[in-house]
């Protein structure tokens, strides 16, 4: 634990005490698990079983940093702890809850996508001869930027043998979590691929009865299951109408007896598993072909139509490449009709693109769509602001999609510069400003867009980056003495810091005094600046006379 500072214990559950921690050298933010096992031989066993997780690296499965253990004397516990990835939005188990307290459904789409993410991390560890042994909604974590409707799922919390068999660890388990084990476990102890796959169908009818049934009502569902498969004929027929495929399914993994359960193999001949595998662009699969993916292209480059790019888009939303390209092709077509793509754009297009911000093909095409859009009442939103705010940081060294980001940042704050301001986007202009001083074009931007966020009222962020700011005005007339508009802009950009009390005092600091002075005579032929250098050091001589005498 020397590596690491407690954040926050969110306590004891089913497996282990979990403690947010930060690693001292990289501050980075980490999950500690806390896993008490029988005796120290057990410990040492685990320990051993556990180190090969640390090389595990795939989309779809948790990732895992370190691996210690420890002895509290006091208590005679000895534990295995595990620090592994951080999931802020929690797991699976917790958002059925929520949903089931509404009585809402979980949408057939997410069903589809998850069903699939999950699978595809099961294969992975299939493929490396690792069983699960843990599968339940609370070991499936949502990865995404709080938006639960658009976020992947990731499988965490895989046991080894000998944590799955110790006794402190099995006699602690409520029957809650014991319905997701398959019966063959509480008879016999093998822990097989097919007991991951009856797992795996628990988790699936909780996903499809989030809006039918009580939490107690699939609970003793799944109790009832694990002795009579019959018992759940009358819900999946129900469910046919909800979602046929899924329901069918859960009729063929939910089985009592292993041998007449759903194997690995079928998942590979399955039309429907098959084709949300490819969705998310699965590496654990074979497909028939490559020809249907390519129709898929073609048809989606034949037809123009917005509605047809929404649904590819809906469709393939966790498969990158595919985004990446009906991104570029609908920013490319000449007849989408941008009405339809901004009533679209903050309702299904920025969830999408949110999940790849980190593409910047992606972002620059969606940029370039957003400018078609972006005088769209409809568009003049925070959720718009906040959506490319994201970027800034991202691509703070990326010129090209800065200047984009500036000028559709200008169209927003010229039309209500309070949504910039609430959006805290002062501190990444001046960081932008900062690293591109020697750009005229970035800096003019930006000199415009702090004008408009300032002209109207002054802001604590903006007063808190004051000294900083005026520092980088000196430093552009410095780098760009002779570009009239670049100078016209940084006049207008300070003119609202004039009237703050502690602009005198950096006014002496700075100097700014002589470098508008020494403008207004270096461009003396170019009326707009001429007038923007006029007014300023007319409100300075109001303020302080004394200033032109230094």
């Known amino acids: 634990m020397d590596k690491y500072i407690i954040d926050q214990n969110l306590g004891l559950d089913t497996l ?46 948790s990732l895992y940093f370190d691996i210690f253990t420890s002895v509290e004397h006091k208590i005679s516990a000895t534990f295995i702890n595990l620090i592994s990835e951080y999931f802020p939005m929690g797991n699976l188990d917790i958002y059925l809850q929520k949903l089931r307290n509404k009585k809402s459904v979980l949408n057939n789409q997410l069903v589809d996508m998850w069903f699939a993410q999950i699978l595809d991390g099961l294969m992975f560890l ?53 319905s997701y ?92 598993i098959i084709e949300n595998m490819h969705n998310i662009d699965s590496s654990q699969m074979k497909y028939p072909s490559h020809s249907d993916k390519q129709q898929t292209r073609n048809d989606l480059g034949n037809n123009e139509k917005f509605e047809y790019y929404l649904n590819y888009l809906k469709q393939h939303r966790n498969a990158e490449s595919r985004i990446e390209y009906a991104i570029q092709l609908c920013n490319r077509s000449k007849s989408v009709d ?57 691509y703070e060294n990326n010129e090209d999609i800065i200047k984009k980001i500036a000028d559709i940042l200008i169209v927003l704050a010229t039309q209500d510069a309070k949504l910039l301001n609430n959006a805290r986007i002062a501190s990444h202009l001046v960081q932008i400003m900062t690293k591109h001083e020697q ?27 004051q000294a900083t700011i005026l520092s980088i005005f000196l430093n552009i007339l410095q780098n760009h003495p002779d570009n009239s508009d670049l100078f016209t802009k940084v006049c207008f950009a300070f003119l609202p810091f004039i009237f703050e009390k502690s602009t005198v005092d950096y006014l002496v600091q700075f100097n700014l005094v002589r470098y508008f002075t020494i403008g207004l005579q270096q461009h003396n032929d170019n009326r707009p600046a001429i ?6 050091l007319s409100e300075l001589f109001k303020l302080d006379g004394i200033l032109f005498f230094k």
């Open 338 to 394: 941008l009405s339809s793509l901004a009533i679209c754009f903050q309702k299904d297009i920025i969830p999408i693109v949110e999940h790849f911000l980190s593409n910047s093909n992606i972002v620059q095409n969606t940029l370039e769509l957003l400018v078609k859009i972006i005088h769209n009442d409809m568009i003049i939103t925070s959720q718009t602001v906040t959506f490319v705010r994201k970027m800034i940081p991202l």
């Open 439 to 465: 750009n005229a074009d970035v800096s003019a931007k930006c000199c415009t867009l702090l004008w408009l966020m300032a002209k109207d009222s002054m802001t604590n962020e903006l007063r808190g980056h």
């Open 16 to 61: 282990a005490e979990r403690i947010i921690v930060r690693q001292k050298e990289s501050n980075k933010t980490y999950l500690l698990s806390k896993m008490e096992l029988m005796d120290m031989a057990t410990t040492a066993v685990a320990y051993q079983e556990y180190l090969p997780l640390l090389n595990l690296s795939y989309e779809n499965v």
């Open 126 to 178: 299939w493929n490396q001869n690792i069983i699960h042994r843990n599968l339940k909604p609370d070991c499936i974590y949502l990865c995404g930027e709080n938006n639960e409707e658009n976020c992947s799922v990731i499988i965490g919390d895989i046991i080894p043998s000998s944590v799955a068999y110790d006794l402190r660890m099995r006699t602690r388990l409520p029957r809650r979590a014991l």
């Open 181 to 272: 084990t398959a019966p063959e476990i509480l008879e016999s102890g093998q822990y097989t691929i097919q007991s991951d796959i009856y797992s795996l169908g628990c988790i699936l009818l909780d996903m499809i009865t989030c809006d039918t049934l009580t939490d107690e009502e699939t609970l003793q569902l799944r109790i009832c299951a694990r002795h009579d498969a019959s018992t759940l004929s009358e819900t999946l027929e129900n469910l046919q109408n909800v979602h046929e495929t899924i329901s069918t399914l859960i009729g063929q993994m939910v089985v009592p007896n292993p041998e007449e359960r759903l194997k690995e193999e079928d998942f590979l001949h399955n039309e429907y």
């Open 531 to 536: 007038k923007a250098a006029l007014t300023v």
